[in-house]
């Protein structure tokens, strides 16, 4: 589910004009401001509080929200730079917003800020080899699948269609794919991205292979994005097309005996010593759901296949065995998965404004049978104002993941094959709720994490705000070290300070020609 970083290569030319500054007339202006417009692309517009180009742009399912004096439409990499510029020439702070999925607690630090709507730069450019795409900062995780699939592509993209591929990628990015391809991160080749000063740059690993490093799994902290060379893959022929499904419905009573069950097929085929299929993937949630169970909540189980109209009976039947209340199976392709798992255009997952939320990621190398069901317990408990929430429970193929090396990028967390998180949704503008869904959603991922034998760590795209930089990128002291080192580099001054930002080391010393050493 995730943030601030967006095909259909909106097919119309945006027509040349003056930028437009659109809200409340009797607004006091800055006078500056004027210079900000006249710095701007004709394609570029600036919103103020009170209009609705400001209100839809700045929607986000946040509980902690940005607050924000204007929201400037960029349509090009320069009217970034220039918006860049001009925030940092008044000490305002900035913020990238695409998706608006971004949940952590960090966002609600920026105050009179300037907000930078990436949608203007949505587009997907296949190359001429079929190899690879450019995708614009702008564009969202379902446009580019379904951009992709339009040409016979497929490439790593998001379990929600309504987030940004690009910023999910900075964080390492899980999908339906990485199972053959890695994570997002992986398959990124190299970025435009505008750093704090407003200089643009290209991170690839021939040039500031630095700060390419940085940028696949820590990018939040470095930079904005305006696009990225992708690597993308033939939509193999038949089967290969199409992924299978089945559906369960179990009451809590079973939680034991599922996840049990569930550890297993993480493990592959203990009895011949056969790895995990790749094409398995496994995904669940704890919800309320009244007609399957009027009195506590269920356990929704979903069995995925790729590459076959049904999942095999070797794993169906066993999933049948344990009895659930229902069991719906179907068969769709890459670009139907999101709305399989809940979150496709037109769901609530994709409903910004309708809700706050937050979330409370806890990454594990196992099932901990018992931390679910304590996480479980509580979940129960909660009162009916937060009973639209629900537990994440995510089991992607992980094999493409392991195989990059470790050090390779600065993502940190190869080893884990669990994405769990407590998704508290309630209605939005209310602090009370506020602290309650912060209370329920801590203790659930206390409960989970514990006596999992693990320390707590937590994908950067699912932090909640109060995580420790260990838990965030990694307990290796030179990872830390190294990307401490970075940010003293590229942003020493925290520009990009509002989500789970990385603290930059002071400087040390200087060289022989006075310039500061890191």
């Not at 006078?31 to 600036?46: C, K, N, Q, V, W």
């Not at 510029?85 to 998706?99: C, E, Q, S, V, W």
């Not at 966002?107 to 995708?135: C, F, K, P, Q, W």
């Not at 009895?323 to 769709?332: F, N, R």
Request: hydrophobic residues 40%; charged residues 20%.
């Amino acid at each position: 589910m995730k943030s601030s970083t967006v095909l259909y290569i909106l097919a119309q030319v945006w027509c040349l004009a003056p930028v437009r500054a659109v809200g409340d007339v009797h607004r006091p202006v800055a006078p500056a401001l004027s210079s900000l417009r006249s710095m701007l692309s004709g394609d570029a517009e600036i919103y103020f509080p009170g209009s609705e180009g400001f209100t839809n742009g700045t929607l986000t399912l946040a509980a902690k929200k940005p607050q924000l004096d204007a929201l400037v439409r960029v349509a090009t990499e320069e009217d970034v730079r220039n918006t860049i510029r001009y925030a940092d020439a008044f000490n305002k702070p900035f913020l990238a917003i695409t998706g608006g999925h971004g949940e952590t607690w960090d966002l609600g630090n920026v105050e009179n800020g300037i907000g930078i709507s990436m949608r203007r730069m949505a587009y997907v450019l296949v190359s001429d080899d079929g190899r690879t795409a450019t995708i614009g900062g702008g564009t969202q995780s379902g446009e580019v699948i379904a951009a992709l699939w339009a040409k016979g592509k497929q490439a790593v993209a998001t379990a929600c269609d309504c987030a940004g591929i690009i910023s999910p990628m900075l964080g390492g990015g899980h999908g339906w794919l990485q199972g053959q391809h890695g994570l997002l991160a992986d398959n990124m080749l190299s970025a435009r991205i505008v750093l704090a000063d407003g200089t643009a740059v290209t991170a690839s690993p021939a040039a500031n292979s630095d700060l390419f490093w940085a940028i696949r799994g820590a990018g939040h902290n470095f930079g904005i994005v305006t696009s990225v060379k992708y690597r993308i893959f033939d939509v193999e022929p038949g089967q290969g097309r199409v992924w299978a499904y089945e559906e369960y419905v179990f009451k809590q009573d079973k939680l034991e005996a599922l996840f049990g069950w569930a550890n297993g097929l993480l493990e592959g085929d203990t009895d011949t010593g056969s790895p995990r299929p790749v094409e398995l993937a496994h995904y669940g949630r704890f919800e309320f759901r009244p007609d399957a169970d009027s009195e506590n909540p269920v356990i929704i189980f979903w069995l995925i296949w790729q590459g076959r109209g049904t999942v095999p009976p070797k794993y169906t039947d066993q999933a049948r065995a344990l009895l659930p209340v229902s069991i719906k199976a179907g068969s769709t392709d890459i670009t139907g998965m999101n709305t399989v798992a809940g979150a496709a255009y037109g769901t609530a997952a994709c409903a910004k404004g309708s809700s706050s939320a937050m979330l409370f990621g806890v990454s594990l190398r196992r099932w901990n049978v018992p931390g679910l069901r304590a996480m479980l317990d509580i979940y129960s408990t909660l009162p009916p104002e937060l009973r639209n929430s629900f537990v994440l429970l995510e089991a992607y193929s992980t094999r493409g993941v392991e195989a990059v090396p470790n050090d390779e990028t600065a993502y940190p967390d190869r080893f884990n094959r669990i994405l769990a998180s407590p998704a508290m949704y309630y209605a939005p503008g209310n602090d009370t709720l506020d602290d309650m869904a912060a209370d329920f959603g801590a203790r659930m991922r206390s409960a989970l994490r514990d006596g999992s034998g693990q320390p707590l760590h937590v994908y950067v795209n699912y932090a909640h705000g109060d995580e420790s930089l260990e838990a965030l990128y990694g307990y290796e002291d030179w990872r830390l070290w190294r990307l401490r080192r970075l940010k003293a580099k590229y942003d020493p001054y925290g520009k990009f300070g509002y989500y789970a930002p990385i603290t930059p080391i002071k400087l040390k010393t200087q060289d022989t020609m006075g310039r500061p050493v890191h």
